[in-house]
């Protein structure tokens, strides 16, 4: 029945403009990439969408998929497209590598991998100098946790309920969110502390969060107090005095939460917890992930956005623009402790890896897109505020620079979660409009807006009149 309902909203949304032509679709039908998925691809990798897209060819924010049509790409790889698919100077880059050496690994040296192990330990204050490089996020937070514990000679990890951090077996113990946990034994030394979540959480308020837009809870905090970060630290503490050995091993926590739908702490939360940590002889790791590379828009680093020096920084994801990379990022002391015995990656630091890296990086600096991340996440954020103000369901709006959070409920006061099957319609709406976004959340109730950083407000007028159509028709019918 739903099939032949027919909305009287119409989108008046035009796409904006793109003068590259993708090359014409030559590989097997859909219906035969669909056989090899049910057949050939383990069925733990999922896909987006009742019907998933196939995509053929991506040119910096868009997507076009097997029958040439064009999608704006909002989600980015999940975070991990940095500067735009397909950037003509990391493809650049890429190519005369390519044919100049791939892989030796770093037993030896070559050029590229001091080349950019200096260009990217500038980008940190001192005394974060060193730079161990790896190649997935899993891999990179799974090694900080190794670093943290031989280093301190301790064993337990905090870390904050609703984050990310990985899903191998090492990692699974950091990441507290229940749809990647499986039945195994897991996490043992790891303790997942109150989410100081300023929307969802006991506590809250209008002026909490580091954010243009701040939610719609009220307090009556004057300036330079906040309530919501004091009852935070309280939990903390209650966990420190209660769950964990008197002194500790580290403490991670991404800037702002990205899988668990761009949730930002208070302002302060980490600088105090921090400080907390190391009273208790712990390492602070900060798993920049998602939050790195300018895409917070005011730092580079997420941390720096809350002033604080971690002891361990995680990077992955817009590192290499999708080319499979990662590192961490730690002081001279900390990696000394690693280098007691062997410890070797075949793959991280190869030759290929670090030319994308630097060309990443230039091309983050030479396109602005840094100052893009403030000026048009910033756009974003205020216009998208407007929808919320218009819907009931749209219960908040969040985030900084270019990592957002549009987090869908049944209405403001009681902060439900939208169902998964009214917020699949929705998405799925703007994917058909030609938006693709991704979901987040416990209960994937989060739209999770994270494009490549090259997006223009032209791009955000399209978005956001797309997503008001979709609203619309899902208003009209509930109705």
Not at 227 to 246: C, G, H, M, R, W
Not at 306 to 329: Q, R, S, W, Y
Not at 420 to 448: H, N, P
């Amino acid at each position: 029945r739903q099939q032949k309902w027919k909305s009287s909203v119409s989108t008046q949304a035009k796409m904006p403009p793109c003068d590259f032509v993708p090359e014409k679709y030559e590989s097997y039908p859909y219906e035969r990439m669909q056989k090899i998925r049910e057949q050939n691809i383990a069925p733990a990798l999922r896909t987006y969408y009742k019907k998933p897209l196939l995509l053929h060819q991506g040119h910096m924010q868009w997507l076009f998929d097997h029958e040439g049509r064009r999608y704006l790409d909002l989600f980015a790889g999940i975070v991990t497209v940095s500067v735009g698919h397909c950037h003509p100077k990391v493809t650049m880059a890429t190519q005369k590598q390519l044919a100049r050496l791939w892989h030796t690994t770093n037993i030896y040296m070559y050029p590229p991998i001091h080349e950019y192990a200096e260009k990217l330990t500038s980008l940190f204050p001192d005394p974060l100098k060193v730079v161990y490089l790896t190649n997935s996020g899993s891999e990179a937070n799974d090694l900080a946790m190794f670093m943290a514990r031989l280093h301190t000679r301790n064993f337990d990890i905090i870390s904050l309920r609703g984050g990310y951090h990985g899903g191998s077996p090492y990692t699974l113990g950091l990441t507290s969110l229940t749809a990647y946990k499986h039945g195994v034994a897991n996490g043992f030394g790891c303790t997942a502390t109150m989410l100081p979540d300023v929307f969802r959480g006991p506590w809250g308020g209008s002026h909490c969060r580091d954010s243009p837009v701040q939610t719609v809870r009220k307090c009556s905090c004057t300036e330079g107090a906040c309530l919501a970060k004091d009852q935070y630290i309280e939990q903390f503490k209650d966990t420190l005095n209660t769950s964990v050995p008197k002194t500790v091993a580290g403490f991670i926590a991404e800037p702002i939460q990205g899988v668990n739908g761009a949730v930002q702490y208070p302002r302060n939360f980490l600088k105090e917890a921090y400080q907390l940590i190391r009273e208790r002889g712990g390492l602070c790791i900060s798993d920049e992930v998602q939050t790195g590379f300018g895409r917070t828009g005011s730092h580079f680093w997420g941390f720096q956005t809350h002033g604080v020096v971690p002891d361990i920084v995680t990077l992955a994801k817009g590192i290499g623009n999708g080319f499979p990379m990662a590192a961490v990022v730690t002081t001279k002391e900390i990696a000394n402790s690693l280098a007691q015995n062997l410890h070797f990656n075949t793959f991280g630091g190869n030759p290929l890896a670090c030319v994308v890296g630097a060309a990443v990086l230039d091309a983050i600096e030479e396109d602005g897109l840094q100052k893009n991340s403030e000026d048009v996440g910033t756009y974003m954020l205020l216009e998208l505020a407007k929808l919320r103000d218009k819907f009931e369901i749209v219960g908040d709006v969040r985030g900084k620079g270019l990592m957002i959070g549009v987090e869908m409920v049944t209405d403001k006061d009681s902060r439900h979660p939208l169902p998964a099957e009214e917020i699949s319609q929705i998405w799925e709406d703007c994917k058909d409009m030609g938006v693709l976004i991704g979901r987040g959340g416990l209960y994937s109730q989060t739209f999770r807006i994270k494009p490549p950083m090259c997006i223009t407000k032209r791009d955000v007028d399209f978005t956001v009149e797309v997503l008001h159509t979709a609203l619309q028709r899902h208003m009209e019918r509930a109705a």
